[in-house]
């Protein structure tokens, strides 16, 4: 139905261009982005530099990699609360 290129440059920037947070994933990030939008903005591009610039891909040494997805599902929580 939808062949790869399409798929990367049409359905995925839409999806994070327009999130719908009445069917969310991360049903905390949604709530941010309801009450305060501001703050939601502020947490995205926090993370955006954090882990997806070429810089951030630049620092990740090759073995670094899985210790960064272990590092993604341990945060778990967008409002950097430690629990």
Do not use: C, W
């Amino acid at each position: 139905m939808f062949d790869m290129i399409n798929i990367f440059e049409v359905f995925l920037p839409q999806l994070l261009r327009y999130p719908n947070p009445n069917d969310p994933l991360n049903g905390e990030a949604a709530a941010l982005l309801m009450r305060h939008p501001k703050e939601y903005d502020a947490k995205v591009k926090e993370y955006v530099q954090r882990f997806a610039t070429k810089e951030a891909a630049d620092h990740a040494a090759p073995g670094e990699e899985e210790d960064a997805d272990e590092e993604m599902s341990e945060i778990g929580s967008i409002s950097g609360d430690e629990t």
